[in-house]
């Protein structure tokens, strides 16, 4: 790995680490899935530039540093103190980064309309903020009524959704406007 690519490395690795720290810092729905849509974004790019060992590695510190800082950090929701959240997100975390990194890397070798990074990217994004989603959901059951879980579920899942289709969109239309810009000059 050349200079370059392990400082390109070295920044996105920091980015996951901040983003997955950031990630509990928040306690509103439309708040957590921008924050884990932008973590999520950023793997698909460490995956996507360095492959799938190099971005589990990422994710696998960023978690566990993660974990080690936010030891002690009692999470609330609505007033209420909620035991092992923290656990629990990192938990889903790693899980749907497992599953979102296998899917971009899957769709890869579709031809179509996934040869696309933006399109992988995108979908990739809906399979991790349903694994997301899923994996909270199993947490909070024992927390909430079932009818609640399934709203937190529903919320999550679109704000995550709207999100990752904003995102996908404006990354395509800057990679093409700066490869416009590139040609022109």
Do not use: W
């Amino acid at each position: 790995m050349s200079y370059a690519h392990a400082r390109l490395y070295f920044l996105l690795t920091i980015v996951t680490g901040i983003l997955t720290y950031t990630l509990n810092l928040f306690n509103k729905i439309s708040e957590c899935s921008i924050i884990f849509t932008l973590l999520a974004f950023t793997i698909n790019i460490t995956t996507e530039i360095f492959g799938k060992e190099k971005a589990i590695q990422s994710i696998i510190l960023s978690v566990i540093t993660s974990f080690v800082l936010m030891l002690n950090y009692n999470y609330y929701i609505g007033g209420r103190l909620i035991h092992g959240l923290i656990p629990a997100s990192l938990i889903a975390t790693l899980t749907s980064a497992y599953v979102g990194i296998h899917f971009l890397l899957a769709l890869k070798k579709i031809s179509g309309i996934y040869n696309n990074f933006y399109a992988r990217v995108f979908v990739s994004l809906i399979a991790y903020a349903v694994t997301d989603g899923l994996v909270m959901a199993m947490f909070f059951i024992n927390q909430f009524p079932l009818h609640k879980v399934m709203l937190i579920f529903y919320k999550e899942v679109l704000f995550k959704f709207e999100y990752s289709l904003i995102l996908s969109i404006s990354a395509y239309i800057l990679h093409k406007a700066y490869a416009k810009y590139i040609t022109a000059n």
